[in-house]
């Protein structure tokens, strides 16, 4: 039996008969393993009880402030400056880790030397330390008596813990390993080929490095820096030991959530989370959409 296949996907044989073809749904490729729905229906309902519930119940729950209750909560110096402090700090140092973490990453990469293996798993080092165990060994070597700190106060009259520079240095040791694992992937896999070219044809380093490695690796790259501040801004047990706490100064939004709820403050912590989610849901897909367009413009 010979049949033919129309621009519909019907198969028509001898005599007339047809036989029609459920046609694929345009929004998922065609796979040959099944259970499309089922892995589906699985990933919604895992992503709403463990991502979406929760963050619903916390916005439910700073509305039962209203409005103008809501923004008098998110509006008070001491919650203005916390704001300060973990953005601003935890961009500052998700800034130095982008810097830092791809000279990490290409050293890693393009260099062999004694000891190479010690430090690429030395890198990982802020994944397995719990965080209170890092801001007490940071606030030990820098405090004013510390290894570090005392040097630094004599020789330079510079105080790292308990100021915002112990922040920045605790928010630094945590989010290193995302931007030179991101990024290190990147430089692996890219041809040197492609720099031997560049240099045949006159380019120099720099242009080379601007030309063909930066737009290779500027998506892992803005994707490391994400990550980085976003584990900053939610950093709570190493930073408290170095922070100091002090209201308007050097206190944090995780911290501050956490003594609303002590003094039973409900509401207000939950508005205090609202505010701090909105603010990190906007920056975050500011950066996402950054990412695209760079891999789209980089794709052409």
Same mark, same amino acid.
């Given at each position: 039996m010979v049949a033919a296949a129309d621009s519909?996907? @019907?198969l028509a044989g001898k005599g007339g008969a047809v036989t029609? /073809? @459920? +046609?694929v749904p345009l929004f998922r490729k065609p796979s040959i393993l099944p259970g499309f729905g089922l892995t589906l229906g699985f990933t919604l309902s895992y992503l709403g009880f463990i991502v979406l519930v929760p963050l619903a119940a916390l916005i439910v729950r700073s509305s039962g402030l =209203?409005? &103008? =209750?809501f923004w008098s909560a998110v509006t008070t110096p001491r919650v203005l400056a916390a704001f300060e402090v973990s953005f601003g700090l935890s961009f500052a140092a998700a800034l130095t880790n982008a810097i830092f973490g791809f000279l990490v990453a290409w050293v890693l990469v393009r260099y062999d030397f004694p000891g190479k293996r010690l430090v690429d798993a030395l890198v990982d080092l802020p994944f397995a330390l719990p965080t209170a165990v890092a801001g007490i060994a940071l606030s030990a070597l820098y405090a004013p008596n510390g290894w570090l700190g005392k040097p630094l106060n004599e020789l330079f009259g510079m105080?790292?813990? !308990?100021?915002p520079l112990g922040i920045a240095i605790a928010l630094t040791f945590i989010g290193l390993p995302f931007v030179v694992r991101t990024v290190q992937p990147i430089l692996q896999?890219? +041809?040197a080929e492609e720099e031997e070219a560049a240099a &045949?044809? =006159?380019? &120099? /380093? !720099?242009?080379? !490095?601007?030309s063909v490695i930066l737009p290779a690796i500027l998506p892992a790259l803005v994707t490391g820096f994400a990550l980085s501040f976003a584990r900053g801004v939610g950093e709570y047990g190493s930073v408290i !030991?170095? @922070?100091g706490n002090m209201p308007g100064l050097t206190e944090i939004l995780p911290l501050l959530i956490v003594i609303k709820l002590e003094q039973y403050d409900y509401a207000g912590a939950a508005a205090v989370g609202t505010a701090m989610l909105g603010v990190s849901f906007v920056m975050l897909l500011i950066l996402?959409?950054?990412q695209q367009w760079m891999r789209s413009r980089h794709a052409r």
């Open positions: 519909d996907g @019907a029609v /073809r @459920a +046609p =209203g409005w &103008s =209750g105080k790292v813990a !308990f100021t896999d890219l +041809p &045949s044809l =006159g380019a &120099s /380093r !720099f242009q080379t !490095f601007c !030991f170095i @922070a996402n959409l950054l």
